[in-house]
């Protein structure tokens, strides 16, 4: 049974930068070809698609993180990860990722001064 188990997130300040991590555990034995993603739910919103990357390392953002978050992996660790950089109040959210069906738990990442 896979598993992803989220950390990072926490309160940063505009303009400040935070990395998100995103653990595969169970039957998987590698992550070197699949499609995951991050999404987001912000207070009172529906939960958005915010970056992907493909199994050929193809990565995707929405419009609104382009330029300031990135996707990455590190396959070895069987990890995802998001580097988000110029954090912004509209980015105050509950952070996801997501491989196929499985989803992580959550972790909550608030941008205040």
């Known amino acids: 049974q896979v598993q992803l188990v989220q950390s990072g997130g926490g309160l940063v300040q505009p303009g400040g930068s935070l990395r998100l991590s995103c653990v595969l555990s169970?039957?998987?034995?590698?992550?070197?070809?699949?499609?995951m993603a991050w999404y987001r739910q912000a207070p009172g919103e529906q939960r958005e698609w915010v970056a992907g990357i493909t199994g050929n390392n193809s990565t995707h953002f929405t419009d609104s993180v382009k330029g300031r978050f990135h996707i990455s992996r590190d396959n070895a660790k069987k990890t995802l990860y998001l580097q988000m950089n110029d954090l912004r109040p509209e980015d105050t959210a509950v952070y996801y990722c997501?491989?196929?069906?499985?989803w992580g738990q959550g972790t909550l990442v608030t941008v205040a001064s």
């Open positions: 997501k491989r196929a069906s499985v």
């Open positions: 169970g039957s998987i034995f590698s992550i070197s070809a699949m499609g």
